[in-house]
C-alpha cells in the first residue's frame, strides 16, 4: 500500500468519533517535536511531542489516547517514565518506540505496553498508533465517565482572544505593562489584566513562562523560526536547500517533513554515496546540510569544498550539550551547533541564519564557549609574549632551531662555540616555558613566530 | 574616566539566572526580572571580575564574525543597562573583589 492512500485513509476515514490524541514523549526533545509535527502534517493525528524532562510541564496535559515513549541511550530508566506515563495518563495506551525486547505478538517486556523496532518507519508508527488508540476506545468504553484526565487544549494559544495574542506578541517583545497600555491605546489596568488572563489561559506562572510557550506554538513565528531578513526572497534567489542525512531514519524524515514545510525552504531528497560525491564536485548544490555525526562524509565533502558565502553551510545536531563537542564542531568548520533538546523553531531559525553566514551556538552553551574563545586567547598572547622576550640572537638560534639544525651546524652557522649555542637555546626554552627542543619549535611554527613580525593580537582560533 | 577596556566589570553576586527555552532572566532577591536575550545573557556571564570588556568585545567578534564597530557599540549598552539595572559593578583593573 503506497503512502498516499495511507494518507487518505487517515484524513478521511477517522477510526474513532473521540479524536485520537498521541503525546510523544522522547529523551530528545527534539525528536519528540519532529515526530510529533510528521504524524500531523502527514497521518492527520492530534499530536504534541514533548522531552522526558518536561512530562511534568503543564503544557503537555493533554488527553491524550495514545502516549509514544521512545526512550535511549543515556537517558532516564525507561521503567521511571512509563511509570509517570501511566500515572498521569491511565486511560491511554502507551506505545515503546525502539525497545529490543519485543515479543512476538508486538507486545514488549513491560506488561501491557506495545512496542515497535527502533527502525519503524513513519507508516508503521502511524498503523500502530492507530491499533493503540482502537485498543483505548475499547478500554474506554468499559470505564466509567467520572474517570477524567486533565485536559487542556493540544494548542494553549487557541484559548486567546485576538487582542491577548496582540498583547502576547508585545510581551515576546520585551515590553512592560505600561508599554503595552501605550501600544493599544488602553490603560495601565486593562492591560495588566489582558497579561493576567492570557498567562492564565496559557497556565504560564510567569511572563517569561508564557513567551515561552507562546513561542512554542509558533505564536508571532510564521514562518517556524522567523523569516530571515537579510535572504533575498525564495523568489528572488531560490529556495534555500537543505540535504538532511541523519542516522535515524524516523528523525531523517520527520525533519525533511518540517523543513519542507517551510515555504523559503527545499529538501533535498537524494542520500548516500551518489550525494557525496555530487557534492564534493560541486555538481549537486546544497544550501545548508543538517547531520548528526562529524565526520560524517556529506559533511567532510561539504567542508572540504572550502570557505566564503557559497559553501555548503553545515549544522550539527549533536546528542548533547557538551562544550568540547561543541568546540570540535566549531573547529571542523561546523556552521551551527544544535543539541537534540533543541525546538523545531529554533531548528528552522538555525539553517536560515548559517545560510546568512551567522554562526548558530545554543543559546545556553553561549557564555561558556565565549568564556572558552577568551581562555584560547589569553593563552595565545601569553605566548606571543614569551616569545617576544627573545634576543636578536636568540631568535637568529631559533630560527635554525626550526629549520632543523643541529647543535654543531647552529654554532658554525652563527660563528659561536657550541657551548654558547647551547646556551642560547636553555634561554630560549627558560623564557619560553618550553620543556624540550621539539615543543619550542612547535610552539613557534605553530604561531608563526619566526621570520614574521609579531602581532601580540594575532587572530583567536578555535581549538578543541 | 576610566576607559572601559582599562577597567573589569562584575556581575551582582544575588542576582541569578533562569532560562526559559532560549529566553532568559537575571533575577533579582527581590523577584525583579529582567529579560534578556542569549547573547546579553552570555556576557553577563563574562561579567566575573577578571575578563576585560576588550576580552568580551574580541570573542565575540570571532564568534560571530561581526564587525568589530558593530560588537563594541553593542556590549557598550548592554552592559550600559546592566550597570543603569545595578545588576553589575565597575573596578578598576585587578581591583575587583573577590
Known sequence: MGELTMVADAVAAPFDERPCRVLVVDTARTRA???????????????????????GSSAHL???????????????????????????????QVLLLGQSRTH??????LEGVRSLRRDATADEVADAIRRAHRQARKDRDGRSAERSTECVPPSPTARLTSRE?????????????????????????TARTHVRNLMRKLGASSRLQAVAIARRNGVGVEPLGGASAERPSSAVRGPLRVLVDLEDPLLRSALEAVLQGQPDLEVVAELGPAAVSRIASGEMSVDVLLVDDLPSATASAA??????????KVVLLSDGTDPAALMAALAAGVNGFLSNECGLAELVHAVRSVDCGRTHVPAGMLGGLLRVLIEVRRHDDAVVEQFSRLSRRENEVLVHLVNGADLPTIAEQLFISPDTARTHIRNILAKTEAHSRLEVVALATRYELVGASRQPHGSVTVRP | MTPPAARIVRRRPDVRVRWVGDLGALVEPDGTEHMV??????????????TRPDEMIEAICVLFDASRETVVRDIERTLAEFGRARLIEWHPSGAAPA
Open chain 1, 165 to 189: 495574542m496582540c498583547v502576547l506578541g508585545l510581551l515576546a517583545e520585551g515590553r512592560s505593562n505600561d508599554d503595552i497600555a501605550r501600544d493599544l491605546g488602553v490603560t495601565a489596568s
Open chain 1, 33 to 55: 517535536e519532529a515526530l510529533a509535527h510528521l504524524l500531523v502534517t502527514r497521518y492527520g493525528f492530534d499530536v504534541q511531542g514533548c522531552g522526558v524532562a518536561d512530562l
Open chain 1, 104 to 109: 512476538g505478538d508486538g507486545t514488549s517486556e
Open chain 1, 303 to 312: 567542508l572540504r569544498l572550502g570557505s566564503g558565502e557559497a559553501r555548503t
Open chain 2, 37 to 50: 536575550n542569549a547573547t546579553a545573557l552570555a556576557l553577563w556571564e563574562l561579567c566575573d571580575g577578571k
Open chain 1, 62 to 92: 493533554v488527553a491524550a489516547t495514545v502516549v509514544v515513549v521512545d526512550v535511549q541511550g543515556r537517558g532516564p530508566d525507561l521503567h521511571e517514565v512509563v511509570a509517570v506515563v501511566r500515572a498521569k495518563w491511565a486511560a491511554a
